[in-house]
């Protein structure tokens, strides 16, 4: 499929057949995508939680206001970033690069995020998103839909996921094979009302 007819058709998909399953070399096709996404000095502060056991899904889903797609899709995952990824051994973000770009990158990535709590979580929201929108478009053009969530108690699936002190839940996402289509876009706003020249 062509990457805008992909990025046309993904849509928020509500319900899912609950028998169907999506094949595991698919699975990882759609993460090795994932994780190709760009991230701030390559830190990839993403980490998901593939959720496959089903009593675990079923109390998600209590905290989730029973959204059905949360038992119901083949796949849940979890989306959370690492918030102090920057500083967790972060010469491997550079490990094949020259040793100049290495010795110059790390101590500058470490300088830009230290004491910067704001700016460590915004930055591993950053990238988990990042990796949300590979994960939906290459579910899409393996045909299957999706659903990302922030619809659910956070802290209680933190809570579920023991989730470390350090992590923030990006989003979840759903992804399956639809039993309904997505509702109708319910009211994109016009494109001139949202690209502003030079400045507000
Ligand atoms: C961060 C995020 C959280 C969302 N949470 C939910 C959710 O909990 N439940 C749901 O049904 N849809 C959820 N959605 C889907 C949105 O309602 C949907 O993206 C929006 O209405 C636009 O529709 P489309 O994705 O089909 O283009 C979420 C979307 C995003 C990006």
Known sequence: MDLFDTIDSR???KHYDANASL?????????????KAPTSFNIQHWRFVRVRDGALRQQIRAAAWN?????????LLVIVGDARAWARQPERYWRHADAATRDALVPMLQDFYR??????????????AMAAQNIMLSAKALGYD????????IDE???LLKLPEDHVIVMMLAIGTATSPAWPRSGQLALDELVVADHF
């Open 11 to 13: 849509r928020s998909v």
């Open 67 to 75: 959204q059905a797609q949360v038992t119901d899709a083949s796949e």
């Open 23 to 35: 094949p595991e070399t698919d699975f990882q096709r759609i993460m090795e995508a994932a994780i």
């Open 157 to 159: 699936v933190g809570r």
């Open 146 to 153: 999706s659903n990302p969530m922030i619809g659910f108690d």
């Open 115 to 128: 004491d910067r709590d704001w700016l460590q979580r915004d930055e591993a929201i950053r990238s988990g």
